[in-house]
């Protein structure tokens, strides 16, 4: 069965770094997230990818954060000066329309 | 805005038992897709089962089954047979049906749920 790659499966970085978190989602799927989880809090929508553009972001998504498909597979989140409360799990998914939602392992990222 | 509600942090129940964890829903949309997540310690996100709101016949997916009620926006899951690998977070998401979401999940808090042996 397909799967969604997440890597790495947990990053340390200190406050004020760049971190780039990288995804290989689903190759025939047209639509792309990013959601993330604070320990021991809900799941929260970050953005959504479509068309090789953003096609909808949270409050969340401020401007320490972008999103790419440089290569036509990969899909990475990059947070330009990471704070301590972006520590957090971040799931990258893929979607081909509606349902079918496939998520990766996530990335457990921990700012220090 | 939609928004997802479980009012139940936590739940434990012994091995073979049932258990029913619940979740309504707000949402002015009349076509919608609900779901239930698991999330095991390894915090992968597993789907567990889903809805359309569409069809009135409750989903089913072995030992686990929805209770659906649309007018009263409520999405209960029953477990059956509850087993040691159940042990769980269990999350109810509510999706659009409609583009402009762009099929943005939206999610509840969560219920822990213990099988104890």
């Known amino acids: 069965e397909p799967e969604v790659t997440q890597t790495p499966s947990h990053q340390v970085t200190q406050m004020g770094q760049e971190v780039i978190l990288r995804c290989v989602p689903i190759?025939?799927?047209?639509?792309f997230y990013w959601y993330r989880q604070i320990l021991g809090q809900k799941v929260e929508f970050l953005v959504s990818f479509y068309n090789n553009e953003i096609s909808e972001k949270s409050e969340i998504f401020d401007d320490q954060f972008s999103v790419e498909r440089p290569d036509g597979s990969n899909f990475t989140l990059k947070i330009r000066s990471t704070k301590l409360e972006d520590s957090a799990m971040y799931f990258c998914?893929?979607?081909?329309?509606?349902?079918?939602?496939?998520f990766g392992s996530g990335t457990r990222l921990t700012v220090v | 805005a939609q928004t997802v509600t479980q009012s139940q942090p936590e739940m434990s129940v012994q091995e073979a038992e049932t258990v029913t964890l619940s979740c309504t829903y707000d949402?002015?949309?009349?076509?919608?897709?609900l779901f239930w997540y698991k999330q095991p310690p390894s915090r992968q996100m597993i789907l567990v089962i889903r809805q359309e709101a569409y069809k009135q016949q409750n989903a089913t997916e072995n030992r686990f089954s929805v209770n659906f009620q649309k007018a009263a926006k409520s999405f209960s899951l029953k477990i059956s047979d509850s087993q040691l690998g159940d042990t769980a977070m269990y999350f109810c998401?509510?999706?659009?049906?409609?583009?402009?979401?762009?099929?943005?999940?939206?999610w509840g808090a969560g219920t822990k749920l213990i099988i104890k042996p």
């Open positions: 998914a893929s979607n081909p329309e509606i349902y079918g939602y496939t």
């Open positions: 190759s025939n799927h047209l639509y």
């Open positions: 998401a509510f999706m659009s049906e409609g583009g402009h979401s762009n099929y943005q999940l939206i």
């Open positions: 949402t002015s949309e009349s076509n919608y897709y």
